[in-house]
């Protein structure tokens, strides 16, 4: 049984880790990923010329990591606090990020346009394609910002929020809404932070945590509407996690696994793509967190925030021991991190130390 700090630290490194893992896979299809890296992708390599990554060496985070990061550390230097000042400091802190425009994806893109009026590109396009030829307001913002920024920092909220998991919805959707202010998108990081968060407490089983992520889905969307978010049209994150652990469920193997995922489910930038995905994957092999860290950067697309979403649940669940032994150092190095010293702010944050475990009420799983 892992403690509670061998708990948040495997949440940091396994997030860590399948962000930088994935950030080498990242748009390439299945068959592509097997034939351009000379079969599976199983450790660190830097991304190839042709990805968002390039600008990478072996073992470096992108901004699926990283937003995520600034954000809880923003909040820890505020006594746990998130508010839109703190949000503010993490994001401006994000824009300094020297590979800012390699990482900006369309949806936060478009956010610090209008935040901060930053006019730099990103190379990772526009929401939509081209730009607006007239001055016309589409409904739903034309439905194309339901994409997965906010779920693939939603770890911090449950980082935040140790001691109170009552107030996980609400910590999700503000650190959500900053950029991803639409129900799809918060129903997402709604999942994935209930995911966590339940994964962090003592005596959770893998079945608990996919049961947390569907409630959480579908309480982050009722709570986006009832705050004012914009409606989406697009397909049930939370239906659609539970069709993927359905997938997931009749596979002995990640290697199959991947394959009915990415061809069923997806793994693209739409919320209700990627992580109904990283269900479907826990589903498999979610007991084992190597495995299932190895699924999310071989199932192609957009593999760095799967990689990031299942390594920051996973790691949770079993702890830092569970995780390959290089994980930590090579992450430290790489990107100049102190990850133990960032785990150990959280708990001190929350008063907590490694034998305190049963944190969260069993009210939030029922």
């Known amino acids: 049984m892992s403690t509670l700090d061998s708990k ?24 592509q990923i097997k034939t351009d890296f000379d079969g599976w992708v199983t450790t660190f390599i830097a991304p190839p010329q042709d990805t968002f990554g390039r600008c990478n060496e072996a073992g470096m985070v992108t901004d699926d990591f990283t937003q995520g ?20 400091k993490a994001f401006k802190r994000w824009m300094d990020y ?40 589409l409904v739903n913002n034309g439905n194309a910002s339901a994409t997965n920024g906010a779920a ?55 079945e608990d945590v996919m049961d947390a992520a569907i409630k959480g889905a579908d309480q982050g969307y009722s709570y986006a509407e009832q705050h004012g978010a914009m409606m ?69 697309n957009d593999t760095d925030t799967v990689a990031t979403m299942v390594g920051s649940i996973v790691g949770a669940l079993h702890g830092i021991e569970a995780l390959p032994s290089n994980y930590l150092p090579v992450l430290n190095e790489a990107n100049k991190f102190e990850l133990e010293d960032l785990a150990t702010r959280v708990l001190q944050l929350h008063n907590l130390d490694s034998s305190t475990n049963n944190f969260i009420p069993k009210t939030m799983l029922q």
């Open 232 to 300: 989406m049209a697009g397909p049930s994150v939370a239906r659609r996690i539970e069709l993927a652990i359905q997938i997931g469920e009749k596979h002995a193997s990640w290697e199959s696994a991947v394959a009915e995922l990415a061809d069923i489910i997806g793994t693209g930038l739409h919320a209700s793509e990627a992580v109904p995905a990283v269900f479907g994957i826990l589903a498999c092999c979610g007991n084992d967190p190597e495995k299932a860290i190895l699924a999310a950067v071989n199932i192609g």
């Open 8 to 31: 948040v630290l495997g949440s940091l490194v396994g997030a860590a880790a399948g962000d930088a893992l994935g950030a080498a896979t990242e748009l390439r299809t299945i068959e």
């Open 152 to 206: 693939m920092k939603a770890w911090s909220a449950s980082m935040l929020s140790l001691r109170t998991p009552e107030r996980l919805i609400a910590t999700t959707y503000e650190i959500a809404h900053f950029t991803h202010d639409n129900v799809i998108s918060v129903s997402g990081a709604c999942a994935i932070s209930t995911a966590v968060n339940a994964a962090l407490s003592d005596g959770i089983t893998l």
């Open 98 to 137: 020297p590979f800012y425009p390699n990482f900006t994806g369309p949806t936060t893109r478009a956010a610090m346009q209008r935040i901060f009026s930053d006019t730099r590109p990103s190379l990772q396009g526009n929401a939509e394609p081209g730009e607006p030829t007239q001055d016309v307001v």
């Open 69 to 88: 990061r600034y954000i809880l550390e923003a909040a820890l230097d505020q006594n746990g606090e998130v508010s839109g000042e703190v949000l503010s």
